[in-house]
C-alpha cells in the first residue's frame, strides 16, 4: 500500500501526555491521534520517545516486571501498531 509521490508531505507530531507505566491508555492515547491524523490526511505522525510506557520511565526501566509488561503489551497490539504505522 505505497502512496503516490505528491509535492507535499504532511507530517504532525502527536502531542500527547502519557502517563507513566500506563501502557494500556497511553497507547489508547496514541490510537486517538493516529484517528485524527488520518482525518487530517497526515503521512507521518511523530510520538516522543518512550511514549508507550510514558516518560520520563526513569526507575520504572529498571525493572525487569515493566519490560515485560511493555514488551507483553506490544506484541499483544502489533497488528493495531502496524496498521498505524501505515497512515
Request: charged share 25%; glycine share 2%.
Amino acid at each position: 500500500m505505497y502512496k503516490t509521490m505528491t509535492e507535499t508531505l504532511k507530517i504532525a507530531s502527536a502531542q500527547l501526555n502519557p502517563h507513566v507505566g500506563f501502557l494500556k491508555s497511553n497507547i489508547e492515547k496514541a490510537h486517538a491521534a493516529y484517528e485524527r491524523a488520518k482525518s487530517d490526511k497526515v503521512d507521518i505522525l511523530v510520538f516522543s520517545e518512550q511514549f508507550i510506557i510514558g516518560y520520563p520511565a526513569e526507575d520504572l526501566v529498571l525493572k525487569p516486571s515493566a519490560l515485560r509488561d511493555c514488551k507483553t503489551y506490544m506484541r499483544r497490539n502489533l497488528l493495531r501498531l502496524l496498521l498505524m504505522a501505515q497512515l
